[in-house]
Nanobody, 116 residues
């Protein structure tokens, strides 16, 4: 049972990236899924989460209107589309599965770097 992120990289200010988180060993559609990020020297913060059915998404104020979080149930994945990226978005991004069989699942993280 695990989640694995992909899609990070280096992009210029104003650019876009799409992060994917693929679940294995469970159906991600049955659980609340989230993206967190951690910048150097800072605490890990919640970026966005999505309800089990996918009908409700919540975003940190700092990313509202720029990031979009949705499910791809055919691929047992959740996607974070990040647009109009800013240098302050630079961080390691982590996928999180909430209490999957009673366990909080974390991926290994993927680095996002936005150059100015």
């Amino acid at each position: 049972v695990q989640v694995k992120e992909s899609g990070g990289g280096l992009v210029q200010t104003g650019g876009s990236l799409r992060l994917s988180c693929t679940a294995s060993g469970f159906s991600s559609s049955g659980f609340v899924m989230s993206w967190y990020r951690q910048a150097p020297g800072k605490e890990r913060e919640l970026v966005a989460n999505i309800s089990r059915g996918g009908a409700v998404t919540r975003y940190a104020d700092s990313v509202k209107g720029r990031f979009f979080f949705y499910r791809d149930n055919e691929k047992n994945s959740v996607i974070l589309q990040m647009n109009n990226l800013k240098p302050e978005d630079t961080a390691v991004y982590y996928c999180h599965g909430d209490r999957v069989w009673g366990v909080d699942l974390w991926g290994q993280g993927t680095q996002v770097t936005v150059s100015s």
